[in-house]
């Protein structure tokens, strides 16, 4: 029966997929239609997470290639047309001498379309006598070989645009067309996307990056070569240590020194690396020195597989107010409850349980008896269900400087979580702060949000495994994302009423929590998901889906308010 079910769904879904747009947002405004198809998804077993095919992956990427080089190529006729020049300078950083490496990037940089203004080898004293040698014999266009780059200062290569790579590094042949044609006239740093390629030199496995992301850069570095920057200067100065991660490490470097400049991404794949890369979280040390140095010193720098996992400082451990609606559920209160009390590290927090309707006999008086906790107030919110309105009653209420919006089905798994994730939200430009949640099977329940995802708004990476890395090792390392979901959520209480908390007058169920980090976000602050702090939500997997026709019209009504919003 399962199998059958299973076949007719992937047919209707089929069918919904090649059906005309008018006619499937026709369909969409019928609630029984919507609940119906909702529900047969949901029982036919095939919202398990599955991975695309290496196979289906090539042959995506083939097509993005096929693409992309239709686009640039229609570029190169305008450059031929206007006898264009590309006014870049091309700077080569060579941690180490390897000619294998450097025969690759020198054949790329030969068979590139336009010529660049000037090319600089940056290595280190002891290989320019040895790298001098090899560009002799085998790059015929003017360089320069460098082991000091503030030896440019006064000249003309200071002022100039300059675009960095690493030796290894193939640049696509026209970069510098697409450098011309694409880089704002306002931005001070521009970042390419890059893929892999194998020793027969088979392009494989794009990095296609977010948007400036200050926090993703901190913790994977993920851009590690291929950025514009609009002079050289501010790389030279910023006496970045020659090494595999002096790109990723100027990159945090910007943050902390100049965090209003413009940075664009360029989303193009206008490089490639080396299959063998090393790993973000092989620059422990030097990622340590420059926080020393140029900042100040993190409470712990922490490897964590490929990525660094970073402790802020609790310069001041500010009184956190949990906030936890409920109605019944004794158990699912009793657990997360319990788990907060026993396991979690952070001290300094008072819990706000908000009683709406409860009429259970049992948990009436297991809420009685908790509201005589030290830590704990029994807030009562006689009436009708409304997300927001709760969680604005008991702000209003809430004595700490920091609010935690949680579910009353979580439960604490690591605890220093309250520590971890107040440490993000004390930082001045970071507004809500989002936790790791897992299911009970241990697949993910919420990594961060995306807009758009679903028609409205989604979870990344939901239902992936535990233990997966996620794309671009999203999964495993902190980062900024558009919003956080409210089922376990930090923000200060000032940010919190700057925005007037959340919409209860046009979100009462969904999508209250991505409207609020939406606002938040026009306060100047950035939304964070915190890698390091897991906690199990004990949601059904299969719970949330509007399988009634009231659910429904509900769902379709604030999520065309989001839109609208």
């Given at each position: 029966?399962?199998?059958?079910?299973r076949t007719i769904i992937k047919w209707l879904?089929?069918?919904?997929?090649?059906?005309?747009?008018?006619?499937?947002?026709?369909?969409?405004?019928?609630?029984?239609?919507?609940?119906?198809?909702?529900?047969?998804?949901?029982?036919?077993?095939?919202?398990?997470?599955?991975?695309?095919?290496?196979?289906?992956?090539?042959?995506?990427?083939?097509?993005?290639?096929?693409?992309?080089?239709?686009?640039?190529?229609?570029?190169?006729?305008?450059?031929?047309?206007?006898?264009?020049?590309?006014?870049?300078?091309?700077?080569?950083?060579?941690?180490?001498?390897?000619?294998?490496?450097?025969?690759?990037?020198?054949?790329?940089?030969?068979?590139?379309?336009?010529?660049?203004?000037?090319?600089?080898?940056?290595?280190?004293?002891?290989?320019?006598?040895?790298?001098?040698?090899?560009?002799?014999?085998?790059?015929?266009?003017?360089?320069?070989?460098?082991?000091?780059?503030?030896?440019?200062?006064?000249?003309?290569?200071?002022?100039?645009?300059?675009?960095?790579?690493?030796?290894?590094?193939?640049?696509?042949?026209?970069?510098?067309?697409?450098?011309?044609?694409?880089?704002?006239?306002?931005?001070?740093?521009?970042?390419?996307?890059?893929?892999?390629?194998?020793?027969?030199?088979?392009?494989?496995?794009?990095?296609?990056?977010?948007?400036?992301?200050?926090?993703?850069?901190?913790?994977?570095?993920?851009?590690?070569?291929?950025?514009?920057?609009?002079?050289?200067?501010?790389?030279?100065?910023?006496?970045?240590?020659?090494?595999?991660?002096?790109?990723?490490?100027?990159?945090?470097?910007?943050?902390?020194?100049?965090?209003e400049q413009l940075i664009q991404h360029i989303?193009?794949?206008?490089?490639?690396?080396?299959?063998?890369?090393?790993?973000?979280?092989?620059?422990?040390?030097?990622?340590?020195?420059?926080?020393?140095?140029?900042?100040?010193?993190?409470?712990?720098?922490?490897?964590?597989?490929?990525?660094?996992?970073?402790?802020?400082?609790?310069?001041?451990?500010?009184?956190?107010?949990?906030?936890?609606?409920?109605?019944?559920?004794?158990?699912?209160?009793?657990?997360?409850?319990?788990?907060?009390?026993?396991?979690?590290?952070?001290?300094?927090?008072?819990?706000?349980?908000?009683?709406?309707?409860?009429?259970?006999?049992?948990?009436?008086?297991?809420?009685?008896?908790?509201?005589?906790?030290?830590?704990?107030?029994?807030?009562?919110?006689?009436?009708?269900?409304?997300?927001?309105?709760?969680?604005?009653?008991?702000?209003?209420?809430?004595?700490?400087?920091?609010?935690?919006?949680?579910?009353?089905?979580?439960?604490?798994?690591?605890?220093?979580?309250?520590?971890?994730?107040?440490?993000?939200?004390?930082?001045?430009?970071?507004?809500?702060?989002?936790?790791?949640?897992?299911?009970?099977?241990?697949?993910?329940?919420?990594?961060?949000?995306?807009?758009?995802?679903?028609?409205?708004?989604?979870?990344?990476?939901?239902?992936?495994?535990?233990?997966?890395?996620?794309?671009?090792?999203?999964?495993?390392?902190?980062?900024?994302?558009?919003?956080?979901?409210?089922?376990?959520?930090?923000v200060k209480k000032s940010d919190y009423w700057?925005?007037?908390?959340?919409?209860?007058?046009?979100?009462?169920?969904?999508?209250?929590?991505?409207?609020?980090?939406?606002?938040?976000?026009?306060?100047?602050?950035?939304?964070?998901?915190?890698?390091?702090?897991?906690?199990?939500?004990?949601?059904?997997?299969?719970?949330?889906?509007?399988?009634?026709?009231?659910?429904?019209?509900?769902?379709?009504?604030?999520?065309?308010?989001?839109?609208?919003?």
């Amino acid at each position: 029966m399962q199998f059958i079910r299973r076949t007719i769904i992937k047919w209707l879904k089929l069918i919904v997929f090649l059906m005309p747009i008018p006619w499937l947002e026709r369909l969409k405004r019928s609630p029984k239609l919507v609940a119906l198809y909702s529900k047969q998804v949901q029982n036919s077993g095939l919202l398990t997470f599955r991975l695309q095919s290496p196979q289906a992956a090539r042959k995506a990427y083939k097509r993005y290639q096929a693409n992309q080089a239709l686009h640039i190529g229609s570029l190169i006729s305008k450059v031929e047309s206007s006898d264009q020049k590309g006014d870049v300078t091309l700077l080569v950083c060579v941690p180490n001498y390897y000619s294998d490496d450097l025969e690759l990037t020198i054949s790329s940089i030969e068979a590139h379309t336009l010529r660049f203004s000037a090319i600089i080898f940056w290595c280190t004293q002891e290989d320019e006598s040895s790298l001098k040698r090899t560009l002799m014999d085998r790059l015929h266009q003017p360089y320069k070989v460098t082991s000091c780059l503030t030896n440019f200062a006064q000249t003309k290569h200071y002022e100039t645009p300059c675009f960095v790579i690493h030796a290894g590094d193939l640049i696509n042949p026209a970069l510098a067309i697409m450098l011309l044609n694409v880089v704002e006239t306002t931005a001070e740093l521009s970042y390419v996307d890059t893929d892999l390629y194998d020793q027969k030199g088979r392009r494989h496995t794009p990095d296609f990056k977010p948007d400036w992301n200050p926090d993703l850069q901190l913790t994977n570095g993920y851009i590690k070569t291929g950025i514009w920057l609009a002079t050289l200067q501010p790389f030279a100065e910023a006496k970045i240590a020659l090494s595999y991660f002096s790109v990723s490490l100027y990159l945090c470097h910007c943050y902390f020194h100049k965090p209003e400049q413009l940075i664009q991404h360029i989303p193009s794949v206008l490089l490639s690396q080396r299959n063998s890369l090393v790993e973000f979280s092989q620059s422990k040390a030097l990622f340590s020195q420059l926080f020393n140095q140029h900042f100040f010193p993190l409470q712990g720098v922490r490897e964590n597989g490929s990525v660094l996992s970073l402790r802020w400082p609790l310069l001041e451990s500010p009184l956190v107010s949990i906030i936890i609606p409920t109605r019944n559920g004794l158990a699912l209160v009793k657990n997360c409850i319990d788990s907060i009390l026993d396991k979690t590290t952070y001290s300094n927090y008072e819990i706000l349980l908000v009683d709406n309707n409860s009429d259970d006999k049992e948990a009436i008086e297991y809420f009685a008896f908790l509201n005589t906790h030290e830590k704990v107030r029994v807030l009562q919110y006689p009436h009708e269900f409304n997300y927001s309105a709760i969680n604005n009653f008991a702000a209003r209420q809430a004595k700490g400087e920091v609010l935690a919006l949680v579910n009353n089905d979580i439960e604490v798994i690591s605890e220093e979580w309250l520590s971890d994730m107040v440490g993000h939200v004390n930082r001045a430009d970071i507004g809500c702060v989002g936790a790791k949640l897992l299911y009970p099977n241990n697949r993910i329940q919420h990594a961060g949000v995306v807009m758009g995802y679903g028609g409205g708004a989604g979870h990344a990476h939901k239902h992936f495994d535990v233990d997966h890395l996620g794309y671009m090792n999203r999964l495993i390392a902190t980062q900024n994302y558009s919003g956080v979901t409210a089922a376990c959520l930090l923000v200060k209480k000032s940010d919190y009423w700057a925005v007037d908390g959340l919409d209860e007058d046009n979100l009462t169920v969904a999508f209250n929590d991505v409207d609020f980090c939406l606002k938040i976000l026009q306060l100047g602050r950035r939304n964070l998901y915190c890698a390091e702090a897991h906690l199990y939500h004990h949601e059904s997997v299969s719970r949330g889906y509007e399988n009634t026709p009231e659910k429904a019209m509900r769902f379709q009504r604030e999520v065309q308010y989001l839109k609208s919003t």
